[in-house]
């Protein structure tokens, strides 16, 4: 949608050091320790902020023994971690590039695309594209899409759901993954015949953590089949975690099917075959709005390509 000059005038007054000076205040949180840290009177930072209020045409912070951001106060929060979050990172890359270093991409992924997705599109794509490094960062969706806002990140790879659709952002789904139950090799349930809800709850479990999107389905799940009850003794979004006390132990593990192929590949792991686990829901990459250039949609095009293949 179109916007007339008068709708983003203030943006237009806004400056670097206004938005730098904001992100001190809030650390700050009092007049007094933000002009120490902006080596500025107190008068002058409050004068500064009454002037950022002006150009805003908010009120941004509420003041008493520590400050506290109004709603407006958090919207200009997070527009100046983007905004010089950005510029931090093509700060960084003009020196790169200035020094002959090579392009990066940073991905951030939820455990489901580091299983076989993320890494074979890198091989992949570096088979053709050599000069482009990568750092691939693991974590829970919630706080990749956090980081991706605030520019920290180029794409991640995550679950689809609603937060997938906020106004900044764009997406596109790769492929639609479930949820697996999994044990040791040596696990005496390896070698059931046959394997019941009932049979798992008299071992200890280890869960993805609680504020995942995978724990609510699961615990959704356990609910249905008479496991209300069963607490995990490890919470954990580590595959490594995971693999590493599974294995050799008499443990039942929860992870992405993905992840779940990946390990029993490796004969690291034994895929339970439990009727109704569950859907883990779509699983797809998330990109800034307006932020895809042709290295990313290069690299986007061979997510496609491994999604399609798996």
Same mark, same amino acid.
Request: proline share 3%; glycine share 8%; net charge neutral.
């Given at each position: 949608?179109?916007?007339?000059?008068?709708?983003?005038?203030?943006a237009?007054?806004?400056?670097?050091?206004?938005?730098?000076?904001?992100?001190?205040?809030?650390?700050?949180?009092?007049?007094?320790?933000?002009?120490?840290?902006?080596?500025?009177?107190?008068?002058?930072v409050?004068?500064?902020?009454?002037?950022?209020e002006?150009?805003?045409?908010?009120?941004?912070?509420?003041?008493?023994?520590r400050?506290?951001?109004?709603?407006?106060?958090?919207?200009?929060?997070?527009?100046?971690?983007?905004?010089?979050?950005?510029?931090?990172?093509?700060?960084?890359?003009?020196?790169?590039?200035?020094?002959?270093?090579?392009?990066?991409?940073?991905?951030?992924?939820?455990?489901?695309?580091?299983?076989?997705?993320?890494?074979?599109?890198?091989?992949?794509?570096?088979?053709?594209?050599?000069?482009?490094?990568?750092?691939v960062?693991?974590?829970?969706?919630?706080?990749?899409?956090?980081r991706?806002?605030?520019?920290?990140?180029?794409?991640?790879?995550?679950?689809?759901d609603?937060?997938?659709?906020?106004?900044?952002?764009?997406?596109?789904?790769?492929?639609?993954?479930?949820?697996?139950?999994?044990?040791?090799?040596?696990?005496p349930?390896?070698?059931?015949?046959?394997?019941?809800?009932?049979?798992?709850?008299?071992?200890?479990?280890?869960?993805?953590?609680r504020?995942?999107?995978?724990?609510v389905?699961l615990?959704?799940t *356990?609910?249905?089949? !008479?496991?209300?009850?069963?607490? #995990?003794?490890?919470?954990? +979004? %580590?595959?490594?975690?995971?693999?590493? =006390?599974?294995r050799?132990?008499?443990?039942?593990?929860?992870?992405?099917?993905?992840?779940?192929?990946h *390990?029993?590949?490796? !004969?690291?792991?034994t895929?339970? #075959?439990?009727?109704?686990? +569950? %859907?883990?829901?779509?699983?797809?990459? =998330?990109?800034?709005?307006?932020?895809?250039?042709?290295?990313?949609?290069n690299?986007?095009?061979?997510?496609?390509?491994?999604?399609?293949?798996?």
């Amino acid at each position: 949608m179109d916007q007339s000059p008068d709708t983003v005038a203030w943006a237009r007054r806004l400056r670097m050091r206004h938005l730098e000076s904001f992100l001190v205040l809030n650390e700050a949180g009092t007049l007094t320790l933000a002009a120490e840290r902006l080596h500025m009177t107190q008068s002058a930072v409050s004068h500064w902020l009454s002037e950022m209020e002006d150009l805003v045409g908010a009120k941004l912070v509420l003041r008493g023994k520590r400050m506290t951001l109004t709603a407006a106060g958090e919207a200009v929060r997070k527009l100046a971690l983007r905004v010089l979050g950005e510029v931090s990172r093509t700060s960084d890359e003009l020196v790169s590039l200035a020094k002959g270093d090579v392009a990066r991409l940073h991905i951030g992924s939820v455990t489901a695309g580091v299983a076989h997705l993320i890494p074979r599109a890198i091989v992949a794509f570096q088979a053709r594209h050599a000069d482009v490094a990568f750092q691939v960062t693991e974590g829970t969706f919630n706080v990749l899409l956090s980081r991706l806002e605030e520019r920290e990140y180029d794409l991640i790879v995550g679950s689809i759901d609603a937060r997938a659709y906020g106004p900044h952002l764009e997406h596109e789904v790769l492929f639609a993954d479930d949820i697996a139950i999994v044990v040791s090799p040596d696990h005496p349930l390896s070698r059931a015949a046959a394997v019941s809800w009932a049979d798992l709850y008299q071992y200890a479990w280890v869960m993805p953590p609680r504020e995942t999107l995978m724990r609510v389905r699961l615990d959704t799940t *356990l609910l249905e089949r !008479g496991g209300a009850g069963i607490k #995990p003794s490890i919470e954990t +979004g %580590s595959v490594v975690v995971l693999e590493s =006390v599974v294995r050799g132990s008499t443990y039942i593990g929860v992870c992405s099917a993905a992840i779940a192929r990946h *390990l029993a590949s490796l !004969g690291l792991v034994t895929v339970l #075959p439990i009727a109704d686990v +569950g %859907s883990f829901g779509p699983v797809g990459a =998330v990109w800034r709005r307006g932020g895809q250039n042709e290295t990313m949609a290069n690299f986007l095009a061979l997510l496609r390509a491994e999604a399609s293949a798996r």
